[in-house]
C-alpha cells in the first residue's frame, strides 16, 4: 500500500509539471520520465550531483546549475555600490541569460563533487546552499536586489561567525559553497507573450528540474536559507506578498525541516537569514500531507496550478524520509512532550519499517516519554531495534512508563533490542532497576 502511495504522489507529480509547462513550448510533446523516488535519496550524494549532469534524455543539457558562493557576494557587492536608480542592470539574470552572459558564475557538476565536505560527525554533509526566498513580482523575483543583498550578507556572516549555544558550538559555513537559486539555477519559462519559447533542451530541463525540485531542500546535506524578510520595504504597500504568506516557500520552509540533522558536529544547516544568522533553527514536528494542504489553502501561489505540484512533492518526499525510513533522528530539535505527542501520534502507525529512532537532547522530560508510550500499540513500529532518550530528562517516571510498555500483552516493539538513557536524564538507581526488571524478561540491552 505503501509503494502505491508513493507511485501515485508521483505520478500526481508528473501531471502537474506538465499542467505548468502546458503550452510553453510546442518541443514539449517529447515525454520524459522522472527518476523513482528510494528511501535513500535523500541522503544520498548522488542524488544531487545526478541534477547536475549533462543528461542524454534531456538534450544534454543539465536540469539544473550551482552558482559560485564568491560570485554571488560580488554581485551583490557590485549592486550595493551603484545608486538605487541603476541597480536594475545588476539584478540577478534568468540561467538563460546568465550562463551566456557569464557562464563563469556557474560551478560545473565536477568542480561541486570536488568541493570539500563536512566532518564525518554531522554526517559529511555537502557545501550545497539551496536559498528559499520569495518572488517579488511575476516577472522577477528580486528586481530591486533586496533579497540579493540579503543572501549574500547572510552568506559571508555564517563563513565569519560561529554560532553557540550552551555547551555546544557550530562550525562556519565553508568558504566556497554552490548556491541553488531558482532564477539562475533553472531555466525560466517566458513570462510574457512576445517572449520566445525557451527551446526543446531548456524545456524538459525545466520539467526534469521541476518534477524534483524538494531534493534541493529535503536532502539531508544540503544547507537552506530561507530568506523570510527579504522584501519588507515593499511588504506594507501591498505589491509584495510576505515570505510566509506565499505557497512554495512554505512548502520549502517546511519540506526542509523533515530529515535534516541539527549536530554542533556542523554546521548549521537550517537558517532564517530572517531572524538572523546568529539564530539557531527551531525545527517544529514534521506535518503531514493533510496538514500541509490545510496550511497550503491560505497561501498565494503565482500560478494556480503549482499548488497540486508542492502538494505532491511534499507527499513524495514523507513516503521516503519518513514513512519508508529506517531511520529517523531528531535530535537537538528542542522538542517537549507536546512535540513528542504530535510526532508521535501522525507518524507512528505509518512507520511499518523504522529500526532505529532518537529524541536524544531534547527536553521531553517523563511527560514526553509517557506521550511516546501512548502512541505504541500492539502493531506499532514492528521493526524498531534502537530507541534513543539519550538526554532527554526522563526520570524515573519516564524509564517506569517505558517498563510498563514492555510488560504489556502482546509484545509491544517486539523487535526491540536496545535502549540508551545516558546523559542528562535525572534518574535513581531505582528508576533503573524497574526498567531492568522488563527489559531482562525481553531480552533488552540497556545503555546507561
Known sequence: ARRVEAATAAAAAAEAVEAILSGVSEACCVKWEPLPDTPTMYADPDTIYGELEPQPGLRLVPPVRLLRSEWVVARAAQLRAVPADRRRALTLPRRQELEVLEPSAYFSAEEVKALPRGPRNAGFPMAVLAVSHSWESEEHPDPHGRTLLMLADAITTAQAIQVSKGPYTWQTLPSRVAVFFDFCSLFQPPRAKEEPPIGEGPTMALRAALTRMQVWYAHQLTTCFFVTDGNTETANDGSHTPYHERGWPTFEYHVSAIGKAITSSGWPQLVDVGLGVDTLFERGVPLTPAALEHLLESKRFTDGTDHGLVLSLYKKTVQCMIIGASRLIYSSCEWGPDEVRAFAAA???????????????????????????????????????????????????????????????????PMLKTIRITGKNDTTPDGKHALEEACRSRGIKIEG
Open 347 to 413: 507518524w507512528f502507525s505509518l512507520c511499518d519499517r523504522l529500526e532505529h529512532f532518537s529524541l536524544a537532547t531534547n527536553p521531553i522530560g517523563p511527560s514526553g516519554v509517557a506521550a511516546f508510550c501512548e502512541n505504541i500499540g500492539p502493531g506499532t513500529l514492528p521493526r524498531l531495534k534502537f530507541l534513543n532518550f539519550f538526554n532527554n530528562q526522563v526520570g524515573d517516571d519516564g524509564l517506569r512508563c517505558i517498563a510498563e510498555l514492555l510488560r504489556r500483552t502482546p509484545p509491544h516493539l
